[in-house]
């Protein structure tokens, strides 16, 4: 029903968080624990004007690809601050700029910290708690190094002033990007690889 308090966690947008789901069955004739019948997470709201139907699956049921090996590139292509083969595994607390939220209007959100940053944070991203403490994302659409006011994506909760940010710049995925974050050693891609195909037509291996 409309007014029971769990809804409110996916109304009037879905968390960052992922929020999992434990069925279990309770038989009090027999005195006995809960025995768990199913387990897995939300994958997403259904909302009508009198419920909302949560959908969802297994916690097992996500696909995941193996055996895929990165692509001969000259840019990197591993996920930033992602962790393992695949990710640049890059700490976010590295370049991480936590700071509080002055004001807010609309997109516009200022927190002095941000002035700090040492990179642009256009691109990336923020972070903070919504009041029910899930944890909420929100895309920067632009902002520029040394300002302490950045423009967020539309769509999504909005934090509030006097709440706490954490706000992670993007990758260009360059070596030139990844020199001053301190993390060459991780970068994935392939600075010597020939921009012109010297055996065009022939090899499959340059693009």
């Excluded at 992922?18 to 809960?34: F, G, I, K, S």
């Excluded at 259904?46 to 419920?51: D, G, Q």
């Excluded at 936590?98 to 972070?127: C, N």
């Excluded at 690889?193 to 010297?198: D, G, Q």
Aim: charged share 15%; with cysteine.
């Amino acid at each position: 029903p409309v007014t029971q308090p769990l809804g409110d966690n996916w109304w009037p947008h879905p968390p960052t968080d992922t929020v999992t789901v434990v069925c279990l069955a309770y038989d009090a004739a027999r005195a006995e624990p809960p025995a768990v019948e199913w387990m897995g997470q939300v994958v997403q709201p259904k909302v009508t004007p009198t419920e909302m139907e949560l959908v969802c699956e297994p916690g097992n049921g996500y696909g995941r690809a193996r055996g895929q090996g990165l692509r001969w590139q000259r840019g990197c292509g591993k996920t930033v601050y992602s962790v393992g083969p695949r990710g640049c595994n890059l700490g976010a607390s590295a370049v991480a700029v936590t700071g509080t939220v002055t004001t807010v209007g609309g997109l516009l959100v200022t927190s002095p910290e941000l002035a700090g940053s040492a990179f642009d944070l256009g691109g990336g991203f923020i972070t903070f708690n919504a009041p029910n403490g899930l944890l909420i994302r929100r895309d920067i659409a632009s902002h520029l190094k040394g300002d302490a006011l950045l423009t967020l994506t539309p769509g999504g909760v909005a934090p509030k002033a006097g709440d706490i940010i954490t706000a992670l710049p993007t990758c260009p995925r360059t070596w030139a990007a990844c020199a001053p974050r301190g993390n060459t050693d991780n970068y994935g891609g392939s600075l010597f690889k020939p921009v012109k195909n010297p055996v065009d037509g022939v090899s499959m291996s340059w693009g």
